[in-house]
């Protein structure tokens, strides 16, 4: 079993930014790509970044150029410094590890609870 916990969240005002942090942890497994996704109350949860292994990167187009997804030097942290926040990324932002078990070889994906990022002045 991998655990997956952020933290970071929290209250901004428009125009400031929050850096989230995620750690993935557990024996037997590698982590491979981690990412970012946020949900808002009776939408779905949609990517807002993502980085694999090697460091590639992909975003979301409602957050390019605003935020950026890193990791961190050991491989099972990632990152998401948010700049230039408005009250539309108001949401739940949750931390995702693709998971492979070193053994069978098989891959998961594991969540975090989630952390609260609300915009607002």
């Known amino acids: 079993q991998v655990q997956v916990v952020e933290s970071g969240g929290g209250l901004v005002q428009p125009g400031g930014s929050l850096r989230l942090s995620c750690a993935a942890s557990g024996g037997g497994f590698s982590i491979g790509a981690m990412a970012w996704y946020r949900q808002t109350p009776g939408n779905e949860r949609e990517l807002v970044a993502r980085i694999t292994r090697d460091e590639s990167t992909n975003y979301a187009d409602s957050v390019k150029g605003r935020f950026i997804i890193s990791r961190g030097n050991a491989q099972n942290t990632v990152y998401l410094q948010m700049n230039s926040l408005q009250p539309e990324d108001t949401a739940v932002y949750y931390c995702?590890?693709?998971?492979?078990?070193?053994?069978?070889?098989?891959?998961?994906?594991?969540w975090g609870q989630g952390t609260q990022v609300t915009v607002s002045s």
């Open positions: 995702t590890a693709d998971a492979r078990r070193v053994d069978t070889m098989v891959s998961y994906m594991y």
